[in-house]
C-alpha cells in the first residue's frame, strides 16, 4: 500500500477499500482467529514498516515510499533502531516487501496502486555485506528488473490486478504475489535472482486468497508459506493469514489453512520464526506500528 501516507490520503485509501463490494468469503465454515501479542510500539523512524526478515537472529526491515532508501536492523524484543543503512545506487519508489535466503536479501520496489507501473525493481544485498558494514554506511547492491507478463489494463487507482507488495524465496527463485484490487485473488510469477537483469515473467498459479495480499514468507523447514492480507468489505476490513504448502515446486493450495487476525490494522510485513510468525503494522488511523507475534505451529 502507498505508504507515507498523511491522514488525508489514507482517509482516502480507507474509503475506497470500504466503499467497495464486499467479497464472498474464501473458505466455508467456522474462520479460525489468532490473536497478534503485541512485543513492541515501534520507533518512529519505522512507522511504516512493510518488509520484514530476520537473519542469524538479527531482524531487518525497511520503509515503504517516501523514505531513503535505507535498512533497519531492529531489536528482536524492543523493536528499538539498533543500526541505519543505505542501499547504494538505490531508489525508494515503493519499497513494499522483502525476501531473503541464506545469502541475499532481497528489497522489492513494487508498489503499484495506479496499476500502471511496468517495470518493478529488486535490489538484492549479499548478507555478508549487511553484516560487516558499520552503522549509516552504505552496502552494494545488485539490480534486476521484472514486469508482469499478463498485466491488465488499469481502470485507475485501486481499480486493477496489477498492485504488488509480497514475495519470498522459495527453492532459489523468488515469488512474487500480485495484489489484486478487483477480484481479490492473487498470481504468483517465479523470479530468477540469479538470470538476465531485466525478465518478463508469466504467471505460474492463480489462487482464491478472498482479499489483498500485503507480505509472504516462506520456512524451507515448514515447507510452507504464509501470506498476509485484508479484506476488502464494504462497511469493514480485517486482516488474515493463509499458510500454504508448497509441493512440486507450487503452492498447494487444497491445504492451505485461512486464519482472521486479530486486532484490527495496516499490517504489512511477515516473517516465520520457530514458534510461528513475527508480523509488523505500519501505523495508520487503524492503530500505532507494531511489532507482533502469533503463536502457530
Same mark, same amino acid.
Given at each position: ?11 482516502? #485509501? ?24 503485541? +512485543? ?30 535505507? =535498512? ?8 528499538? %533502531?539498533?543500526?541505519?543503512? *543505505? ?17 541475499? #536479501? ?7 496502486? #495506479? ?23 552504505? %552496502? ?6 521484472? +514486469? ?38 492473487? *498470481? ?38 504464509? =501470506? ?12 488474515? %493469514? ?38 509488523? +503494522? ?13 503463536? #502457530?505451529?
Amino acid at each position: 500500500m502507498q505508504a507515507r501516507m498523511r491522514v488525508g490520503s489514507l482517509a482516502a #485509501l480507507l474509503s475506497v477499500v470500504l466503499l467497495t463490494s464486499c467479497a464472498s468469503h474464501p473458505v466455508a465454515g467456522p474462520i479460525d482467529s489468532l490473536t497478534v501479542e503485541r +512485543r513492541a510500539v515501534l520507533p518512529l523512524e519505522v512507522i511504516e514498516s512493510s518488509g520484514l526478515s530476520q537473519h542469524q537472529g538479527q531482524l531487518w526491515t525497511h520503509n515503504d515510499s517516501g523514505d531513503k532508501p535505507q =535498512l533497519y536492523r531492529l531489536d528482536l524484543m524492543s523493536g528499538e %533502531v539498533l543500526s541505519t543503512l *543505505r542501499v547504494r545506487d538505490a531508489l525508494n519508489f515503493d519499497w513494499e516487501e522483502m525476501a531473503y535466503d541464506a545469502d541475499w #536479501l532481497h528489497v522489492l520496489d513494487c508498489g503499484n496502486n #495506479l496499476g500502471r507501473r511496468e517495470w518493478m525493481q529488486i535490489y538484492s544485498i549479499r548478507w555478508q555485506s549487511l553484516l560487516q558494514a558499520s552503522a549509516g554506511n552504505e %552496502v552494494p547492491s545488485r539490480l534486476l528488473e521484472f +514486469r508482469f507478463a499478463d498485466a491488465g489494463k488499469s481502470a485507475g487507482a485501486y481499480a486493477h490486478n496489477n498492485d504488488c507488495e509480497a514475495a519470498a524465496v522459495v527453492n532459489g527463485k523468488v515469488w512474487v504475489f500480485s495484489k489484486n484490487w478487483q477480484d481479490q485473488h492473487t *498470481r504468483v510469477y517465479q523470479v530468477d535472482p540469479a538470470g538476465v537483469s531485466r525478465q518478463v515473467v508469466e504467471p505460474v498459479g492463480r489462487y482464491p486468497v478472498g482479499g489483498l495480499i500485503t507480505a509472504a514468507d516462506y520456512d524451507p523447514r515448514r515447507q510452507r508459506l504464509v =501470506l498476509l492480507g485484508y479484506t476488502k468489505g464494504r462497511i469493514s476490513s480485517r486482516a488474515f %493469514v493463509w499458510t500454504v504448502p508448497v509441493k512440486d515446486n507450487l503452492p498447494d493450495w487444497e491445504g492451505a489453512q485461512y486464519h482472521s487476525l486479530t486486532p484490527a490494522g495496516q499490517w504489512e510485513a511477515v516473517v516465520w520464526t520457530q514458534d510461528g510468525l513475527l508480523l509488523t +503494522r505500519e501505523s495508520s488511523l487503524l492503530g500505532q506500528a507494531w511489532l507482533g507475534t502469533v503463536s #502457530l505451529p
